[in-house]
């Protein structure tokens, strides 16, 4: 975010920025499980950090239910893993 200040100090003209760029890993070759595991759980902290912002807010629910999904989802493909020793 950034701004200008007057002659006396005060804020004005705010700006934001919006990151809109996407980032998908490919699940492709062997181990893509825990690429996609580590995948998901990073959007989760992040769905996770704009719902504790919105506490009170519209969205609130819907981004806490998210969260919850992508917990599930995560704990699936763990569940889903091949042993240690079928990747050497």
């Known amino acids: 975010m950034g701004y200008r ?3 006396r ?3 004005y003209d705010f700006r934001r920025t919006l990151n809109t ?7 492709i ?7 996609a595991h580590a995948e998901i759980r990073r959007m989760c902290l992040v769905v996770n950090a704009y719902h504790q912002q919105l506490d009170g807010y ?3 629910k819907e981004t806490g239910d998210a969260v919850e ?3 599930l989802a995560a704990e699936a493909i ?3 893993m091949p042993e240690e020793e079928d990747y050497l």
């Open 5 to 7: 200040v007057d002659q």
């Open 9 to 11: 100090g005060r804020a």
């Open 21 to 27: 760029g996407v980032h998908a890993e490919l699940l």
């Open 29 to 35: 070759g062997k181990g893509w499980e825990a690429v």
């Open 58 to 60: 519209a969205g609130f």
């Open 69 to 71: 999904a992508l917990k």
């Open 78 to 80: 763990e569940n889903s």
